[in-house]
């Protein structure tokens, strides 16, 4: 069974760097049938794409985070992980990590989320 | 403000058919992009509900479906039931933002 499951800080700083943990289990993140994604919803607020990474390294990011954020790959611990850095209030979110089918633009399997409070 | 545009929220009584609008661009759903919906209760995560513009994932009934015509799309939900009061969003690709991108989210209320 397929499960996703979001770690991390739930309270950063404004101008710091967000940084969560996405581990994956019952699929390996090495396979080359997905990509792993992190999505965002405000409070209260529709979803925004974040970006995703692939098996192979190579990412996409949202154009407008692009310059503060980087995703990760550790195959070791079949994790991946977001960073985004120079945070303020407006990145205070739900973040979600998801697996996307190769093929199609649509995301299949969803952690359950955790909010991340930017504030000092 | 959302690339995709959804209506902010839909009604029907238990038994009816709702549908839910989804309005996007010349690069996104106008150029031939997917169009993919989740169902999402409070505070839980979005579920998959429908895939590539019609497609079902296993287990989702078939009183949902989806169709896709020119620069929108759409949700169809017959035989409404109070199980089905949950927020949706539509999902697609837009291409001269070359990102995901998703709807605003419809919140469906029966009544």
């Known amino acids: 069974q397929v499960q996703l499951q979001e770690s991390g800080l739930g309270l950063v700083k404004p101008s710091e760097t967000l940084s969560l943990t996405c581990t994956v289990s019952?699929?390996?993140?090495?396979?080359?049938?997905?990509?792993w994604s992190w999505i965002r919803q405000p409070p209260g607020k529709g979803l925004e794409f974040i970006g995703y990474?692939?098996?192979?390294?190579?990412?996409q990011y949202n154009p407008s985070l692009k310059s503060r954020v980087t995703i990760s790959l550790d195959t070791s611990k079949n994790q991946f992980s977001l960073k985004l850095s120079s945070v303020t209030a407006a990145d205070t979110a739900v973040y979600s990590c998801a697996r996307g089918v190769v093929g199609g633009s649509y995301f299949d399997y969803w952690g359950q989320g955790t909010l991340v409070s930017v504030s000092s | 403000q959302s690339v995709l545009t959804q209506p902010p929220s839909v009604s029907g009584a238990p038994g009816q058919r709702v549908t839910i609008s989804c309005t996007g661009s010349s690069s996104s759903i106008g150029a031939g992009y997917d169009v993919n919906w989740y169902q999402q209760f409070p505070g839980t995560a979005p579920k998959l509900l429908i895939y590539?513009?019609?497609n079902r994932p296993s287990g989702v009934p078939d009183r949902f479906s989806a169709s896709k015509s020119g620069t929108s799309a759409s949700l169809a939900i017959t035989g409404l039931q109070a199980e089905d009061e949950a927020d949706y969003y539509c999902?697609?690709?837009?291409?001269?933002?070359?990102?995901?991108?998703f709807g605003g989210g419809t919140k469906l209320t029966v009544l």
């Open positions: 999902q697609s690709y837009d291409s001269s933002l070359s990102a995901r991108v």
């Open positions: 990474i692939y098996y192979s390294g190579s990412t």
């Open positions: 019952g699929v390996s993140v090495s396979s080359g049938s997905y990509y």
């Open positions: 590539g513009n019609n």
